[in-house]
């Protein structure tokens, strides 16, 4: 499988806001909370695109996965319940999301695969990200990829931290 990751452009956020509602409709159908109250929208898929935090994966030249990678940090987490394996800068995953025609192959894994390589070349060895305590799917993946689970943060709702510092 060839796949390509790489920033995303103006030119891709109608397929990603498609993989985005396809995220959704199965949380909703999952009975999950997360991306149920008009979040993520098509504002935020613009904005992370504008300020170049949109990456995407892709396969045969067709985005099969989306997400918003940021290395500026992440406010929320400074008032984290619990606490952070470092306190190192870190790049931080919000937003990822998979196509259904390719759900349940591992591209989420890889997806996240990308952005541990991508942090290790700008010097960034510290990878945290959050989700929601009813996600079971990302869980599991971050369980898999080797993420410690740190404690808890606030947005609009209580959220799952983890981090995972990279060799």
């Known amino acids: 499988m060839k796949t390509e990751f790489r920033k995303a452009s103006a030119t891709d956020i109608e397929r990603i806001w498609q993989i985005i509602l396809q995220a959704k409709e199965q949380m909703r159908l999952r009975n999950s909370?997360?991306?149920?109250?008009?979040?993520?929208?098509?504002?935020?898929i613009s904005r992370d695109v504008e300020?170049?935090?949109g990456y995407v994966l892709c396969l045969?030249?067709?985005?099969?996965?989306?997400?918003?990678?940021?290395?500026?940090g992440e406010p929320a987490y400074e008032n984290l319940k619990g606490e952070w394996l470092s306190n190192q800068p870190y790049v931080v995953?919000?937003?990822?999301?998979?196509?259904?025609?390719m759900k349940q192959r591992g591209i989420a894994t890889l997806f996240m695969q990308n952005v541990e390589k991508l942090?290790?070349?700008?010097n960034i060895y510290s990878f945290?990200?959050?989700?929601n305590f009813d996600n079971l799917y990302m869980?599991?993946?971050l369980v898999?990829?080797?993420?410690?689970?740190?404690?808890?943060?606030?947005?609009?709702?209580?959220?799952m931290a983890y981090e995972k510092i990279l060799q």
């Open 33 to 44: 909370r997360q991306w149920q109250n008009g979040y993520p929208n098509e504002e935020n």
């Open 51 to 53: 300020k170049g935090y």
């Open 60 to 72: 045969d030249n067709c985005i099969i996965a989306y997400a918003a990678v940021i290395f500026d």
């Open 93 to 101: 995953v919000h937003r990822l999301a998979v196509a259904d025609e």
């Open 119 to 122: 942090s290790r070349e700008n």
């Open 128 to 131: 945290r990200v959050d989700t």
């Open 139 to 141: 869980q599991k993946i």
């Open 144 to 159: 898999k990829l080797r993420f410690t689970y740190c404690g808890e943060i606030m947005y609009q709702d209580v959220r």
